[in-house]
């Protein structure tokens, strides 16, 4: 293929260093102002973005939690009426599930991957721009119909025949359901964007051994996000469908299952868990290297437990569904798998606790939430596999026994890296380090807090608690714990406070942050602190699993690509050979119109079926100006 | 840090065609989710029939005609399909704007029998369970050719703009033309689950 002859171009070895930043700062930029920040498609920006209003939402699912204890720490309380209740607790799981968990997850890969993995911007920008749009909608959508007294009441994975037509009246139901639908198309886009930047974006050398253990495990994340949440958006869709336009799939009396609803949830359901755990343990195996000073022992252990969990996690739907009377075979077939899913986390574990014993800690504040992490997931697991055995599960199923477990595993599990990742890559983001005292004070009111708060409700389970009441009698032997339980829970509160209050003290007044504070050895810390909108002047070229350990003397990077146009590295596959200087996207606001459009047809169709005709109209208008070539540099070749 | 120059990548071409293009990597992303749905409504429909006593309920199996002349349709547009990919990798603009010009007529022409396969199924989506799943599985398909003779059209008319003589251009006609393969292979499993297990 022949360079365009044309337009003069400009190279980085043509100039000056000092020039060669003005022009990349200049092709890159976002610029300032209202419009600037709605077109932006800077992998940075939105991924803050993400990362903050994921937060929100953590914050408001925390009042919902807290206003739940406060109903439950005495029998007979009159603070929430049964109807209010049901509607806190489904909106408390639905938005810490499909709001919190998931998004933030991708939210810190959409920031971090990119600079890992040494390129300028995630694949496809745009779509990502659009993607975060989506996902504020889906947001918006539920909040305010909660705050319409429309929220959705029927638990966080809405069982038919209870969402269904028959009695679940009103539009609460489609709101859940249509909130899925919003959260996975922004999931299946960041899924696809990872998987290609991740394949196709990596700096040169950097083979798939050479791979951050971060970055294996949101590839493997994305692939299940790709093949378990279209299992979601049939049922979700489904679902609106019976209760729409009358179709059948959930009504016995015409043909229908309503077990069926279960299957599908359910292996969506269970690869959803892996989904926000698998993230957390890839930062952790991220974190543990510069806190050891030492290399992660057992690179290739770590990664092929990823991905072992990752296969294993299809294999385990059923056990959600243990008392719902499946065939004998059924059941022992999945108990063995959901045991044998523990052999991977157990590898996991050994590989970090032997990093931790070789190397010489440094106990700063994200490495305390590792070591409460590597704690209470163990405390999960435990129960998980008791769970996992099913007559036991059938004597605690909705009790408060696995509302214990299931806090414990995503809490200690997802929750305590996602902080420790905070405390860590904050300085990157920020460029301001945040504060070590606070961080010490917040981990340990969390550890307790969090500890005194989930423990007893194993109890509670075992006594027999069912999850999901708004109430109960004072003749129950209940109240002594319950009430220990919310008062652990105001220190628990403490601590998240606390925790906010340090990330925004530190985002204002924090130390100044060196390019790479913790001595750690990827390559967003060869970058500054916050990083430029063109991430690096010029591509790395990596020649281990650790470059910025390897290459103190300097690091080697390449030459040859244009500042006048968004330009990356495409290489291949395996190995990271250089295929092409690739064109990045500029800016649009076409995909906040794509967005808006998209949010006008997927509301409205919880109405009329007719929306989807009409409504796609502007959507594939918006799609059309988001595709036609603009005759920028970005659009030659 | 300090940097040293190890590698030149001047020489490198300004656009990856193939395996070497991002967007060829996210056509084939977006078939996975795509093929994972298919899948899954088909692992509906025969979780269905397995449970249900006869099938179709209450009604006899859809007529043969409109849905094998799609089918046939379908697989003799993979020719012409597969020759504009050709086409277009070797860069001849003037053999891609036919190719697009007549893909985009032989997509419309499956929408049109469409229209006769819909009543042909001899139910309707709120009879029962059975009806349910097979509209959902035939009109789940007919948005995806309905998608991609919509960005069949807009490529065509692009092709014949100044921004039809560039790589990148005919690299979207190749990942279109991959695209419409994948709405051609998806038809086949589901054309054997409504029309013929229906008939077992
Ligand atoms: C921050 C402290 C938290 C507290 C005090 C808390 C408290 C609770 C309580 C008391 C329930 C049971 C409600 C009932 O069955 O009546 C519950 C349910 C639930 N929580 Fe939390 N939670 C917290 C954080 C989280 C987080 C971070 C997640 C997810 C990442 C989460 C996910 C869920 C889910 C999925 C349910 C089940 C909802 C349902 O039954 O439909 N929680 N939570």
């Given at each position: 293929m022949?360079?365009?002859?044309?337009?003069?171009?400009?190279?980085?070895?043509?100039?000056?260093?000092?020039?060669?930043?003005?022009?990349?700062?200049?092709?890159?930029?976002?610029?300032?102002?209202?419009?600037?920040?709605?077109?932006?498609?800077?992998?940075?920006?939105?991924?803050?973005?993400?990362?903050?209003?994921?937060?929100?939402?953590?914050?408001?699912?925390?009042?919902?939690?807290?206003?739940?204890?406060?109903?439950?720490?005495?029998?007979?309380?009159?603070?929430?009426?049964?109807?209010?209740?049901?509607?806190?607790?489904?909106?408390?799981?639905?938005?810490?599930?499909?709001l919190?968990a998931?998004?933030?997850?991708?939210?810190?890969?959409?920031?971090?991957?990119?600079?890992?993995?040494?390129?300028?911007?995630?694949?496809?920008?745009?779509?990502?721009?659009?993607?975060?749009?989506?996902?504020?909608?889906?947001?918006?959508?539920?909040?305010?119909?909660?705050?319409?007294?429309?929220?959705?009441?029927?638990?966080?994975?809405?069982?038919?025949?209870?969402?269904?037509?028959?009695?679940?009246?009103?539009?609460?139901?489609?709101?859940?359901?249509?909130?899925?639908?919003?959260?996975?198309?922004?999931?299946?886009?960041?899924?696809?964007?990872?998987?290609?930047?991740?394949?196709?974006?990596?700096?040169?050398?950097?083979?798939?051994?050479?791979?951050?253990?971060?970055?294996?495990a949101?590839?493997?994340?994305?692939?299940?996000?790709?093949?378990?949440?279209?299992?979601i958006?049939?049922?979700?869709?489904?679902?609106?469908?019976?209760?729409?336009?009358?179709?059948?799939?959930?009504?016995?009396?015409?043909g229908?299952?309503?077990?069926?609803?279960?299957?599908?949830?359910?292996?969506?359901?269970?690869p959803?868990?892996?989904?926000?755990?698998?993230?957390?343990?890839?930062?952790?195996?991220?974190?543990?290297e510069?806190?050891?000073?030492?290399?992660?022992?057992?690179?290739?252990?770590?990664?092929?437990?990823?991905?072992?969990?990752?296969?294993?996690?299809?294999?385990?739907?059923?056990?959600?569904?243990f008392?719902?009377?499946?065939?004998?075979?059924?059941d022992?077939?999945f108990?063995?798998?959901?045991?044998?899913?523990?052999?991977?986390?157990?590898?996991?574990?050994?590989?970090?606790?032997?990093?931790?014993?070789?190397?010489?800690?440094?106990?700063?504040?994200?490495?305390?939430?590792?070591?409460?992490?590597?704690?209470?997931?163990?405390?999960?697991?435990?129960?998980?596999v008791?769970?996992?055995?099913?007559?036991?599960?059938?004597?605690?199923?909705?009790t408060?026994?696995?509302?214990?477990?299931?806090?414990?595993?995503?809490?200690?599990?997802?929750?305590?890296?996602?902080?420790g990742?905070?405390?860590?890559?904050?300085?990157?983001?920020?460029?301001?380090?945040?504060?070590?005292?606070?961080?010490?004070?917040?981990?340990?009111?969390?550890?307790?807090?969090?500890?005194?708060?989930?423990?007893?409700?194993?109890?509670?389970?075992?006594e027999?608690m069912?999850?999901?009441?708004?109430?109960?009698?004072?003749?129950?032997?209940?109240?002594g714990?319950?009430?220990?339980v919310?008062?652990?829970?105001?220190?628990?509160?403490?601590?998240?406070?606390?925790?906010?209050?340090?990330?925004?003290?530190?985002?204002?007044?924090?130390?100044?942050?060196?390019?790479?504070?913790?001595?750690?050895?990827?390559?967003?810390?060869?970058?500054?602190?916050?990083?430029?909108?063109?991430?690096?002047?010029?591509?790395?070229?990596?020649?281990?699993?650790?470059?910025v350990?390897?290459?103190?003397?300097?690091?080697?990077?390449?030459?040859?690509?244009?500042?006048?146009?968004?330009?990356?590295?495409?290489?291949?596959?395996?190995?990271?050979?250089?295929?092409?200087?690739?064109?990045?996207?500029?800016?649009?606001?076409?995909?906040?119109?794509?967005?808006?459009?998209?949010?006008?047809?997927?509301?409205?169709?919880?109405?009329?079926?007719?929306?989807?005709?009409?409504?796609?109209?502007?959507?594939?208008?918006?799609?059309?100006?988001w595709?036609?070539?603009?005759?920028?540099?970005?659009?030659?070749? | 840090?300090?940097?040293?120059i190890?590698?030149?990548l001047?020489?490198?071409?300004?656009?990856?065609m193939?395996?070497?293009?991002?967007?060829?990597?996210?056509?084939?992303?977006?078939?996975?989710?795509?093929?994972?749905?298919?899948?899954?409504?088909?692992?509906?429909?025969?979780?269905?029939?397995?449970?249900?006593?006869?099938?179709?309920?209450?009604?006899?199996?859809?007529?043969?005609l409109?849905?094998?002349?799609?089918?046939?349709?379908?697989?003799?547009?993979?020719?012409?399909?597969i020759?504009?990919?050709?086409?277009?990798?070797?860069?001849?603009?003037?053999?891609?704007?036919?190719?697009?010009?007549?893909?985009?007529?032989?997509g419309?022409?499956?929408?049109?029998?469409?229209?006769?396969e819909?009543?042909?199924?001899?139910?309707?989506?709120?009879?029962?369970?059975?009806?349910?799943?097979?509209?959902?599985?035939?009109?789940?398909?007919?948005?995806?050719?309905?998608?991609?003779?919509?960005d069949t059209?807009?490529?065509?008319?692009?092709?014949?703009?100044?921004?039809?003589?560039?790589?990148?251009?005919?690299?979207?006609?190749?990942?279109?033309?991959?695209?419409?393969?994948?709405?051609?292979?998806?038809?086949?499993?589901?054309?054997?689950?409504?029309?013929?297990?229906?008939?077992?």
């Amino acid at each position: 293929m022949k360079p365009s002859a044309a337009a003069p171009e400009q190279r980085d070895i043509d100039v000056e260093r000092a020039q060669l930043t003005d022009a990349l700062a200049e092709t890159w930029k976002t610029p300032s102002g209202l419009w600037g920040a709605l077109a932006t498609v800077d992998h940075k920006i939105i991924g803050r973005r993400y990362i903050f209003t994921a937060f929100v939402f953590l914050a408001l699912g925390g009042v919902l939690a807290a206003l739940m204890r406060i109903q439950l720490a005495q029998p007979e309380a009159r603070l929430l009426g049964p109807d209010r209740y049901n509607q806190i607790f489904t909106m408390h799981g639905a938005n810490m599930m499909f709001l919190f968990a998931v998004p933030v997850m991708e939210a810190v890969a959409v920031y971090l991957a990119p600079l890992m993995v040494g390129t300028r911007n995630i694949a496809f920008p745009r779509l990502n721009a659009f993607s975060y749009w989506i996902y504020l909608a889906g947001g918006a959508l539920l909040w305010i119909a909660f705050a319409l007294d429309m929220g959705p009441d029927v638990g966080w994975f809405a069982y038919v025949p209870l969402s269904g037509p028959q009695y679940g009246t009103g539009k609460r139901a489609d709101i859940w359901a249509q909130m899925i639908t919003f959260t996975e198309i922004s999931a299946l886009a960041v899924a696809v964007e990872l998987v290609v930047t991740i394949f196709k974006q990596r700096a040169p050398g950097m083979t798939l051994d050479r791979i951050p253990v971060f970055v294996w495990a949101m590839l493997v994340t994305s692939f299940l996000v790709i093949m378990a949440m279209p299992a979601i958006v049939l049922a979700s869709t489904s679902l609106i469908l019976d209760r729409l336009v009358g179709t059948h799939f959930y009504n016995p009396a015409e043909g229908g299952d309503v077990l069926l609803w279960q299957h599908l949830f359910w292996f969506f359901g269970h690869p959803e868990v892996y989904i926000i755990f698998l993230p957390a343990v890839g930062m952790v195996s991220t974190m543990i290297e510069p806190f050891a000073r030492r290399p992660a022992f057992g690179y290739l252990g770590l990664v092929m437990a990823l991905i072992a969990t990752g296969i294993l996690a299809f294999g385990l739907w059923v056990h959600h569904m243990f008392v719902a009377g499946l065939p004998r075979l059924g059941d022992s077939f999945f108990t063995a798998s959901s045991m044998a899913i523990a052999i991977p986390a157990g590898i996991q574990i050994f590989c970090w606790l032997a990093t931790l014993w070789d190397g010489r800690p440094v106990f700063k504040s994200p490495l305390l939430f590792i070591i409460g992490f590597i704690i209470t997931f163990v405390i999960g697991g435990l129960t998980g596999v008791m769970v996992a055995s099913v007559p036991f599960d059938t004597q605690v199923h909705d009790t408060y026994f696995v509302v214990a477990h299931f806090h414990y595993v995503l809490i200690g599990g997802a929750v305590f890296p996602l902080l420790g990742a905070v405390h860590y890559w904050f300085p990157k983001l920020t460029g301001r380090m945040m504060s070590e005292a606070l961080g010490q004070w917040s981990f340990w009111l969390i550890f307790v807090g969090f500890n005194a708060t989930f423990f007893p409700m194993h109890i509670l389970g075992l006594e027999g608690m069912p999850r999901r009441i708004y109430t109960y009698q004072p003749d129950l032997p209940w109240h002594g714990l319950n009430l220990f339980v919310s008062v652990s829970a105001v220190i628990l509160t403490a601590g998240f406070l606390l925790f906010f209050i340090n990330v925004m003290r530190s985002a204002r007044f924090g130390e100044i942050a060196l390019d790479n504070p913790w001595d750690a050895p990827t390559l967003e810390w060869a970058t500054t602190s916050p990083p430029p909108s063109y991430n690096f002047a010029m591509i790395p070229v990596v020649g281990s699993l650790h470059p910025v350990w390897d290459d103190r003397d300097g690091l080697p990077v390449a030459d040859g690509l244009r500042t006048d146009r968004r330009e990356l590295i495409v290489t291949t596959l395996a190995t990271a050979e250089p295929q092409a200087r690739e064109a990045s996207p500029q800016n649009s606001i076409w995909p906040l119109w794509a967005a808006i459009a998209t949010t006008i047809m997927l509301i409205w169709s919880i109405f009329s079926p007719w929306a989807v005709v009409w409504g796609s109209i502007p959507a594939a208008v918006a799609l059309i100006g988001w595709f036609w070539p603009k005759g920028t540099p970005e659009d030659e070749s | 840090m300090r940097e040293k120059i190890v590698l030149d990548l001047g020489k490198l071409p300004l656009h990856g065609m193939g395996t070497a293009s991002v967007t060829w990597w996210g056509t084939l992303a977006f078939m996975l989710i795509e093929g994972t749905g298919f899948a899954l409504v088909i692992a509906v429909y025969l979780y269905l029939m397995s449970l249900a006593t006869a099938w179709p309920i209450n009604t006899p199996p859809p007529d043969l005609l409109p849905g094998t002349l799609v089918t046939l349709i379908l697989l003799t547009s993979l020719i012409p399909n597969i020759l504009l990919s050709r086409w277009a990798e070797q860069q001849d603009l003037r053999k891609v704007r036919i190719g697009m010009v007549m893909m985009s007529m032989i997509g419309t022409l499956p929408l049109i029998v469409r229209i006769f396969e819909f009543p042909a199924l001899k139910v309707s989506w709120d009879s029962n369970a059975y009806g349910s799943v097979v509209w959902t599985l035939l009109g789940l398909h007919t948005t995806h050719i309905i998608t991609d003779l919509v960005d069949t059209l807009v490529l065509a008319a692009l092709v014949f703009t100044r921004h039809g003589r560039s790589p990148r251009r005919f690299g979207d006609v190749q990942d279109n033309a991959m695209y419409w393969n994948f709405v051609v292979a998806t038809w086949l499993p589901i054309y054997g689950c409504i029309y013929w297990l229906a008939r077992l």
